[in-house]
């Protein structure tokens, strides 16, 4: 072969190789840009943040959980991080007491239900 001609299979593995780094690179960029544009993304750290706590709390393993069952972890109330009892909130003194019934009551003495 003369000087500057290139062999055909030399073309095509050029080819390959240019086309397999394009794919990569658009694997990347669309890997991040799903990442980035994600709504649930801020709420899943502070699910993961949530969840240790309370297994750390509760002194259980941390479980993996899927996405629904982290948002409802979000919503768990530690129970020791409460600023609000009962005496600072103003009338409704019946809902306070069907809640000291239904809810604390058999929570602190089970064996009376």
Known sequence: ???GQRRPTEG???EVL?????SL????????????LDPNR????KAAQRKKEISARL?????????YEDLIALDVVIPD???VDFKSIG?????????????????QRPELF
Not at 42 to 45: E, I, P, Y
Not at 59 to 67: D, F, Q, V
Not at 91 to 107: A, N, R, T, W, Y
């Open 12 to 14: 095509l593995l050029q």
């Open 42 to 45: 801020a709420n899943a750290k």
């Open 1 to 3: 072969m003369a000087r």
């Open 18 to 22: 240019i086309y397999a780094i394009l």
């Open 91 to 107: 009338g409704l003194e019946d809902v306070k007491d069907s809640l000291h019934e239904l809810i604390i009551l058999p929570l």
């Open 81 to 83: 991080k409460l600023t």
């Open 25 to 36: 690179c658009s694997c990347a960029a669309l890997s991040f840009g799903l990442r980035s």
């Open 59 to 67: 002194g259980r393993p941390y479980l993996k959980t899927n996405e």
